[in-house]
Each structure stands twice: as C-alpha cells, then as structure tokens.
C-alpha cells in the first residue's frame, strides 16, 4: 500500500524506513481485526509536535469507532494526546478510563513505531467497547493474539520482513493459535468447519498442527519443518477435491524468543473448482484455434495446388496473394493455439509472414525481410488484422517495389504506450509520381485501408525521403501489453531472415502437395 508522507517528513524518514511503513500498512488490517478496533498510522511533520494521519483501516470483525476517516488530520501541540506521548517517550501508551467519541464509549491506545533506535511514527488504536461482544473462546484468543501482535510491532518484529506472493487470509476466515511446539490451543469455528470438511475427524485442540492425521499435500514449496521455523509463511492444503490456504506467522514474546504461531485458514475449494473450470475452458479455446489453423492451411495448400495447374499468369498470381492471406491468419491461430492468454507475441508472427511473402512473391530473385526492434504484445482481437495488413504491405513491397527481383524489406516496428507505429520499406523503384493512395484500385491497398480503419488508424504510403523505394507507414491505437525477446536477434537488435533459407511447406500443407496427381488439371 502506497502511503504518502507530509510535506517535509523526508527529511528524516529514509526510504527503507517508509518501505518498512508501507510494509506494515499491508497487513495491520491482522491487528485491526484481532482486536475489534480502527487503527490509524500518525507520523511526525517537520515540525515534530505535529502529528498528521496518513493512513487508516477498520476492523472486519466488529463496528468501527470512528465515523469519519481519520487520514489527512492534524494534532497539533497537544502534549497530552496519546499520540505526542507516545513518540515523546518512546512507549505503548493507552487510556485508564473510556473515552467518548460521538457518545461512544472507545478504548484509545497508541503504540510507538521503532526504527534504527528511533521513533519514526506512532499507530493510534481505537476500540469500540460497544462492540465487544460477551467474553467467549473466541474473544479472549484474538485479544491475546492482538496483544502479541501490539508488543511484536512496538519491537519491530511484527510484520516480518518476509513477503509473500499471495494475498494473507482475513480473521474472518478461520484462526488457530498455536503453542510453542505446535499444539493448537485455538481454533475458531471457521476454522475448524475448514478442516472438517477436509476430512479430520478428531478434535483440533491439543493436536500436533504439523503432525494433523490428513492425507494432505503441502504446496508452494515449503515442507512441514520451514512452516515451523520460518517467521512467515504461505502453504496450501489439498485433500481430495477440498482445499485451503494457511498463513503462518510466528509469535514472540517480550524477551524475542518463540511463544507460539497464529495461523490463518481460508477455504479455496472454490477457487479452484473454479480455476479448473478455466483450465479446461482454455485447453478447448486452444484446441479450437488450433483446428481452424489446420483447416485454414488446408485452404492455403489448395490455393497453391490451384495455382499450379491453372495456365493464366494473372489467374496465378491472385491464387497465390490469397493463399498468402489465408496462411496469414493461419499465423495467428497456430500463435493463439500454444498460449492460454488470448494475446499475441507478434514477432514471430511477423517473421512467419516474411517467410511466406517472399515464397510468394519472390520467385525471380533473392530478397531479404529484415525486422529491426519488436512489435511485443498484441491481443488476439487485433493480431489477425494485423497480420493480414503486414502480410499486404510486405507481399506489395516485394511486387512492385522490387519488381519481383532481388532486395531487401525492412520492418520497423516502435512501440509506445498507446500506439504501435509499423514502417515497411524497399529500396526498389519508388512510387510513380502521380501515385494517390486515396483513388488507387489495388485489392491489397483497399484491404490495408479498410483494416487500419477498423483499427481506428492511420495508413500513408510515399517515397522514401533518404532514398529510392516506397515506405509504407500505419499507425494502430495498440496499448503496450509487453515486450517479450522471441527467436534469434542480431547483434545490432535486428532480426535477419534470408527467404531463401526459410522457405519449406508447412507440415499441414505436405500432404496436400503430394495429392496432385489425383487432382485434374483445368
């Protein structure tokens, strides 16, 4: 949690001193919560007799004390306030008698924050003594929990500086203290409807927690012994179909050594129903995309075996576009069929292009795609019209840019937070000077135009201004989703493929090659 400091505060807060507050803001909603109250983080301003309130959190387990939100006020030369004694001293602070606060009788304590042998900040706890319930089990474990957990953050110890990746348990889910050697002392009714539904039979209470009769696999890498030892730590339980989430804090008393552990429990047997659920969702999604890539190249292949045996040059070389923009998308779905995550590493979407406009186009001379920088991530809605408006723009400079002869295209991909800019080059012969991109009937340049306006985009096509050939230039309201290193790049960032050395059916489409015999020429 991001907190923010009064004006003139840096002065003498370090930055490892307000990590370690953010630090403590991300899980004091424990201590709010085992002990019914608000509590509210004061820090001192330059001028050390004030005080202003930073941040804030209410218990889940009980009625706020407070109704008005605490953070951004001010105490100001008030000796007296729990507060300024508490950073004056150095020591837990706390009320004799109930104050009142909006009629209320609230229970006002403050406690000291200790860093490098000095009070760097004071949380104020208030609790409402309307809201404690009849004293019971349940009761009397969080307040003694709570109290812990009061002295570990006056000495520094609570929270522990482990971090873990998953977010903690709250209260409310199930609690169970532990003793110094691991019999459980306290478990909460939530907590113990959690373990019976895995399956424990006998009682929680004076059992071994580490040595509990389930036959139960611990996850996340940590065995039975790091759950004892470590200050801090996540498991998960699985027994069967039923599963839950442990928290492991351990608790010290007031000389630092180990007096027990807190342990939190949360029931995920849904979570992961559900995420199994969206396991198999996403392995027919894929299977799906993976199908129309097949059927998709089947159509390429049969273009091709149709562009063989039809005699007109100019029947052919439309067979052969088409097949390029079937194989294109083609591309896509097979990029789709191997993520679980509908987006795209365009890159090697890009290169596969390549690879296919020049086995296209490039049958009276060598040419040479080279894509400089990456394209990164793109989502799946958007890569297939992507694809094709690439697959024109390459397929176009290679045909009338190069005349068919050899050459290079370059790709110049730039990525910015909200736009992807995409240049295609040739060093061919240029654009005729009456060229105008608004009236021209080329099939390819009217699907380019109608694509990057679906995009909401922008398309140009012109003469290179440093050089003979064309560049075409698009420009596509893309977010940055990533920028993944995908194949081989050059020394110089770019990453060079020689058609030539690139060029080969793909598996789908071997098969189809070797039925030509049985197809009648026209």
């Known amino acids: 949690m991001a907190i923010n400091m009064p004006e ?3 002065s003498w807060v370090s930055k490892q001193q307000l990590a370690w507050l953010e630090r403590l803001t991300e899980e004091w909603h424990l201590l709010a919560d085992l002990s019914f109250s608000d509590l509210v983080l004061w820090v001192p301003e330059e001028d050390d007799n004030i005080f202003q309130a930073i941040a804030q959190v209410r218990p889940t387990t009980g009625p706020t004390a407070l109704e008005d939100d605490a953070v951004g006020e001010e105490i100001g030369y008030d000796p007296e306030h729990l507060v300024t004694v508490a950073y004056q001293t150095g020591v837990i602070c706390d009320t004799t008698d109930h104050q009142l606060q909006a009629g209320i009788p609230v229970d006002v304590a403050a406690i000291p924050i200790v860093r490098d042998s000095r009070v760097i900040a004071v949380v104020e706890r208030h609790t409402n003594r309307m809201g404690i ?21 006056w000495h ?24 110094p050697t691991g019999d459980v002392s306290y ?16 009682d929680l209470i004076d059992e071994n927690f580490f040595e509990i009769g389930l036959n139960a696999t611990v996850l996340k890498e940590h065995t039975v012994q790091e759950l004892q030892a470590a200050a801090l730590a996540d498991a998960e339980l699985t027994v069967g ?7 492991v804090l351990k608790l010290r008393g007031d000389d630092g050594h180990p007096v027990g552990s807190l342990v939190l429990c949360r029931d995920t047997t849904e979570v992961r129903r559900h995420e199994r659920q969206l396991v198999t969702k996403d392995a027919t999604i894929r299977e799906i995309h993976h199908r129309v890539k097949n059927n998709l190249q ?44 509908e987006i795209v590493a365009f890159d090697q979407v890009c290169d596969q292009i390549l690879k296919m406009v020049g086995d296209v186009a490039a049958t009276g001379g060598t040419v040479v795609g080279t894509r400089h920088a990456s394209f990164g991530l793109v989502p799946g809605t958007v890569a297939t019209s992507l694809s094709l408006v690439l697959t024109e723009l390459c397929q176009n400079a290679v045909e009338h840019g190069l005349r068919q002869g050899d050459g290079v295209v370059d790709v110049h991909p ?33 699907i380019v135009k109608s694509l990057v306006s679906d995009l909401n985009g922008r398309f140009s096509l012109q003469s290179n201004d440093d ?14 989703l990533g920028d993944p290193t995908i194949g081989r790049i050059t020394a110089n960032g770019a990453r060079t493929l020689t058609f030539q050395d690139l060029l080969g059916d793909t598996p789908d489409e071997e098969p189809m090659d070797d039925l030509g015999p049985d197809f009648p020429a026209e």
């Open 156 to 179: 520094g110890w609570f929270p522990p500086a482990q971090r873990t990746t998953r977010p903690s348990p709250r209260v409310g889910d199930g609690v169970i203290t532990l003793g």
């Open 298 to 341: 089947t159509v390429a292949a049969l273009l091709r075996l149709q562009s063989r045996r039809i005699s007109s040059e100019e029947g052919r070389v439309a067979l052969r576009s088409a097949m390029g923009r079937v194989a294109s998308i083609a591309v896509v779905h097979e990029i789709l069929s191997q993520n679980y995550d």
């Open 133 to 153: 319930r009849a004293t019971g089990a349940l009761e009397d474990a969080y307040l003694e929990t709570a109290q812990r957990l009061e002295t570990m953050l």
């Open 414 to 446: 730039h990525r910015e937070p909200s736009w992807l800019t995409v240049e295609v080059l040739d060093r061919g012969t240029g654009l005729p000077d009456d060229f105008d991109l608004g009236s021209t009937s080329s099939l390819g340049l009217s």
């Open 467 to 480: 050089g003979p050939g064309s560049c075409a230039r698009i420009e596509l309201p893309i977010p940055d």
């Open 241 to 247: 179909n039923s599963a839950a989430q442990l928290r």
């Open 187 to 202: 478990a909460s009714p939530n907590a113990v409807s959690i373990f019976r539904r895995m399956g424990l039979a006998t």
């Open 8 to 10: 003139g505060s840096g």
